[in-house]
C-alpha cells in the first residue's frame, strides 16, 4: 500500500470526533436507564420489596419506612425498579453521576433524591490543572470493563486529549491517579506506592462501583472495598462499569469545563 | 476413540451424579489421565475437592474428535503424589493451584510455586526462573503498566535484546471469586461471575447459565439460547475488532488503529442495544436471558451490524496491504503446533498455531447445536498468525450472525429454574472470545455448590505468550502480549 492510500483512507472517513460536550451529548443506550431516583418519602410502610433484590446490599432498610440507596455500590442491574410496587425508584436515562462527596451517592432522603453532582476543583488546582491534566492509571482487581471504557476515551470519537487530559505511564510524570478495581490485597502496595510517587498536588478518581466500594466484591478478604481505604478519593464515577460518557462528564466537572448552562438530557 | 475411556463420559452442558464419576486412588487417576491425553484428548480443568482430612482431584477431559467429555476423580489423598506435570505439560498450572490450595505436592513438577498467592501484598516477590551468565540481564516490568490495563509481573531473561526466558508472574488481581462461590449460588454469585473477565462477561455468563441449568436438568427456552449466541458474537466481534486495531497501533499502523477502536465501540453499543450494557451484563440469566430482541430492535441491530462490518473489512483491509505491518507480523512471536498442542493451547492462540479447536464446534452447546459455524484455523503461531485468525474469526461470525439474526425462533426468553439437584458434578464449556471457557459445579446434598471450578482460557494460554517471546527482541513484547491479549482477573480469579 502506499503511502497517499493511507492518506487518502483517513481523509474518507472523516472527522469522527464527537461534537460533545459543545454540542449534544450522544444517547445513552434506552435500556441502560442511567442514574437512579430514589424518593423514599414515598415508600409504604414496612415495604422491603426492593432490598432483597439487590445484588450487592446498596439498599439499606430505614427503621420504620423508607430505604437509602447507595449508587456507589450500585451494579445498575435495574432490579429494585422492577420490584418496587410504589415507583419509589426510577431510572433518570441521565448520564451524569460522578460527585466529589462519598455520601453525596447516597439517595433517598428529601432534597436528596438524586446525586449531588461534583463541584469543580478550587481556583488553585483548577489553574493547574484544568487545561492540562495527566493521569497514571492503575488497575486493582478490576475487571477489564472499567478500563476497556477508559481506554475507549483516548479513541478518535472521544479524543480526550482535546481537553488537556491524557493518561501517562509513569506516575512521576502524572498529576493524579485514576483507580479502577475493588483494591485487591495482592495490590495494596502498588497502589500506595503508585500514589506516593505522584508529585503533590495530586487528585485520586474512583471509577466504577467496584472502585468506589468493592463491588461485586465488596466483603470478601481478598478485596479491601474500595479505593479510599488507602488513599483519599477526589471524585467518584459510579457505574458497572460506567459508561464513557459518565467518565468523561466526570473528568470535565471536575475541572469546571461543563457548561452547566446546557439543557438537561 | 472415547468408547474404551475408563473415565465417565458426558457431553457438554451437561450432568452426572458425583456417585457415577469413577474413582481411583490418585496415581492411578494421574496414570490413566496421562493415557488419555495420549490418545489426544485435552485437559479442561484439573482440580481439588476437600474431603475429610484429604482432597480429592477431579480431572476433565475434552475428546474434541467425539464431541464427548469426560471425568473421573481421586480417593481423597493427602501429601505428595507423582505429577502429572512429569510427562503432561497441560497440567502444570492446575497442579500448582492445587498444592497451593490444598497443599497435595506433584512430586517431580519442575517448577513448583504458587500461582498467586500473596506476599506482603506482593506476588512477584519470589525466586524467578534465572539464566546465568555474565552477559545475561534480568528486566522486571510490572505489576503497573504503562497503558490503561491489568496488573501482572513480567521477568525477562535477556541477552542483548534477545529474550531467552520469560516468566509471567499474577495473583495481583485475586479477588476470591471461586471462594465466594462455596456454599453459592449466592445473591452476588451471577454479579462476580459476570465479573470474573468484563470483556468476556457473556461468556462467563452463559457457561455458569449452562452448569446451573445441568444440575437442574433443565434447559433454557431456545429463544434464549439465541440471544446468547448473538451476545457471545458480539463479544468476540468487538474485542477481535479491538485487538486488530490494537496490534496495528503497536506496529505504528495509525490509520486502522484509529478506526477499528472506534469500530469496536460501535460493537459494544450494540450488546448495549440488546441489554444497556456495553459489556452484557445484565443479559444472561440461570433459566433464560433478562431482555428481548423485539422485531424493531432487531432490524435496528441488523442495519448498524451491517455498517460497523463493512467498516471493519474496510479498515483491516489497509492493514493486510500494508507491507510495513506484514513484515513485523510475520515471523515475529512465533509458537509452533507441537508445544502449543503440549501445554493446551486454546481458542484463537491455538487456532493460529494450526490446532484445530473451537467449542462452537467440537462441543457445541445452546444455540450452536442447531447452526454450525465453520472454525478459523491458520498455521504460523506466529503474530501474523494470531492477527489473521481474529480476522477469520471477525468474518465469520459477521456472517454467522448476520444469517442467525433471520432465524430467531419464537417463545419465551425466560423460564422458572428448578433448584439444582443434589450431589451431581455439572460441565458446561463455552467458546468465549479468547477460547475455552470452562466452568465445573459440584453440588452437595442440599443443592448448593460444594466446590465451583473456573479455568478461563488465559489460564491455558498465558504459558502459550511465554513461549513466544523466547528468542525474540524484547521490544516485540508489547506487540506479542498484545496478539494474545490474555485476561489477568480471568487468571487470578
Redesign the interface.
Known amino acids: ?1 502506499f503511502v497517499i ?2 492518506l487518502v ?2 481523509l474518507k ?1 472523516g472527522r ?1 470526533t464527537m461534537a460533545y460536550p459543545h454540542g449534544p451529548a450522544p444517547a445513552l ?5 442511567g442514574a437512579l431516583r430514589v424518593e423514599a418519602a414515598k415508600c409504604p410502610e414496612g415495604c422491603r420489596e426492593c432490598v432483597g433484590v ?4 446498596a439498599i439499606t432498610p430505614l427503621e420504620g419506612k423508607g430505604i437509602a440507596l447507595d449508587l456507589g455500590r450500585c ?4 432490579e429494585c425498579v422492577t420490584a418496587c410496587p410504589q415507583g419509589v425508584i426510577t431510572q433518570t436515562g441521565d448520564h451524569r453521576m460522578a460527585v466529589r462527596r462519598r455520601e453525596d451517592l447516597i439517595l433517598g432522603q428529601p432534597g436528596k433524591e438524586e446525586v449531588r453532582l461534583a463541584a469543580a476543583l478550587d481556583e488553585k488546582l483548577r489553574k493547574l490543572f484544568g487545561r492540562s491534566l495527566r493521569l497514571r ?16 476515551l ?4 472521544w479524543d480526550l486529549g482535546r481537553f488537556g487530559i491524557q ?1 501517562v ?2 506516575p512521576r510524570h502524572a498529576d493524579g491517579m485514576v483507580i479502577t ?2 483494591i ?7 497502589v500506595k506506592k ?1 500514589w506516593t510517587a505522584i508529585p503533590e498536588p495530586k487528585i485520586v478518581i474512583a471509577v466504577g462501583a ?1 472502585a468506589i466500594s468493592g ?3 465488596a466483603g ?4 479491601m472495598n474500595g479505593a479510599e481505604s488507602i488513599v483519599p478519593v477526589d471524585l467518584y464515577i459510579p457505574g ?2 460506567p ?1 464513557p460518557l459518565t467518565i468523561l462528564d466526570g473528568l470535565l466537572r471536575l475541572l469546571g469545563r461543563l457548561d452547566e448552562k446546557a439543557p438537561r438530557p | 476413540m472415547s468408547a474404551a475411556s475408563p473415565f465417565a463420559l458426558l457431553a457438554n452442558a451437561a450432568s452426572l451424579p458425583w456417585a457415577d464419576v469413577p474413582e481411583w486412588p490418585l496415581p492411578e487417576l494421574v496414570r490413566r489421565t496421562g493415557a488419555e491425553l495420549d490418545r489426544g484428548a485435552r485437559l479442561c480443568a484439573w482440580f481439588g475437592v476437600p474431603e475429610d482430612e484429604g482432597t480429592r482431584v477431579v480431572a476433565v477431559i475434552a475428546f474434541d474428535a467425539d464431541n464427548t467429555l469426560a471425568v473421573a476423580r481421586s480417593a481423597p489423598t493427602q501429601g505428595a503424589y507423582w505429577a502429572l506435570t512429569a510427562t503432561h505439560a497441560q497440567a502444570h498450572l492446575f497442579e500448582r493451584e492445587i498444592w497451593e490450595q490444598y497443599a497435595l505436592k506433584p512430586e517431580g513438577h519442575p517448577w513448583l510455586k504458587p500461582v498467586r498467592q500473596t506476599l506482603g501484598g506482593a506476588p512477584a516477590l519470589r525466586d524467578f526462573f534465572r539464566v546465568e551468565g555474565s552477559e545475561i540481564h534480568e528486566v522486571a516490568v510490572g505489576p503497573v503498566h504503562a497503558g490503561v490495563i491489568e496488573p501482572g509481573h513480567f521477568r525477562f531473561q535477556c541477552a542483548g535484546e534477545e529474550v531467552i526466558h520469560l516468566e509471567i508472574g499474577l495473583g495481583y488481581q485475586h479477588r476470591g471469586v471461586e471462594r465466594a462461590l462455596i456454599g453459592g449460588p449466592h445473591r452476588r454469585t451471577m454479579s462476580q461471575i459476570e465479573a470474573v473477565s468484563g470483556d468476556a462477561t457473556v461468556g462467563h455468563a452463559t457457561a455458569y447459565a449452562l452448569a446451573l441449568e445441568a444440575l437442574a436438568g433443565e434447559e433454557a427456552p431456545l429463544r434464549a439460547q439465541w440471544l446468547r449466541m448473538i451476545g457471545l458474537e458480539l463479544e468476540r466481534l468487538a474485542n477481535h475488532t479491538g485487538d486488530l486495531g490494537a496490534m496495528a497501533n503497536d506496529v505504528a499502523f495509525l490509520p486502522t488503529a484509529s478506526a477499528c477502536g472506534k469500530i469496536r465501540g460501535d460493537f459494544l453499543n450494540l450488546t448495549a442495544l440488546l441489554c444497556g450494557n456495553r459489556f452484557g451484563r445484565g443479559l444472561v440469566r440461570p433459566g433464560g436471558c433478562r431482555f428481548d430482541l423485539e422485531s424493531e430492535r432487531l432490524a435496528q441491530m441488523a442495519a448498524r451490524l451491517e455498517t460497523a462490518l463493512t467498516e471493519v473489512e474496510r479498515a483491516c483491509a489497509w492493514l493486510w496491504d500494508a507491507a510495513s505491518v506484514r513484515a513485523r507480523f510475520e515471523n515475529t512471536g512465533t509458537v509452533f503446533a507441537k508445544p502449543a498442542a503440549d501445554l493446551g493451547l486454546v481458542g484463537p492462540a491455538a487456532r493460529a498455531c494450526g490446532l484445530v479447536r473451537d467449542i462452537r464446534y467440537d462441543h457445541p452447546a445452546g444455540w450452536y447445536r442447531l447452526a454450525p459455524i465453520p472454525v478459523a484455523v491458520w498455521p504460523g503461531g506466529d503474530v501474523f498468525a494470531r492477527a489473521r485468525v481474529r480476522w477469520l474469526e471477525v468474518q465469520r461470525s459477521g456472517q454467522f450472525i448476520r444469517e442467525q439474526l433471520m432465524a430467531a425462533p419464537d417463545g419465551a426468553i425466560r423460564g422458572p429454574l428448578a433448584p439444582s439437584r443434589p450431589d451431581r458434578l455439572a460441565v458446561a464449556l463455552v467458546e468465549g472470545w479468547r477460547g475455552e471457557v470452562c466452568h465445573v459445579a459440584l453440588s452437595d446434598a442440599a443443592g448448593r455448590f460444594r466446590r465451583y471450578k473456573i479455568v478461563d482460557p488465559s489460564f491455558h494460554n498465558w504459558t502459550g505468550l511465554a513461549l513466544a517471546l523466547r528468542g525474540q527482541a524484547i521490544s516485540d513484547f508489547p506487540l506479542c502480549n498484545k496478539s494474545f491479549n490474555l485476561s489477568y482477573c480471568g487468571f487470578d480469579l
Open positions: 500500500m492510500d493511507t483512507h483517513r472517513r469522527e443506550p434506552d435500556r441502560h436507564g439487590c445484588p450487592t446490599e451494579l445498575f442491574c435495574a492509571q492503575v488497575s486493582a482487581g478490576g475487571d477489564g470493563s472499567a478500563e476497556a471504557d477508559l481506554n475507549v483516548s479513541t478518535i470519537g493518561f505511564a509513569s478495581g475493588p485487591s490485597q495482592n495490590m495494596e502496595l502498588a503508585v467496584c463491588g461485586a466484591f470478601n478478604s481478598e478485596v458497572w462499569p459508561h
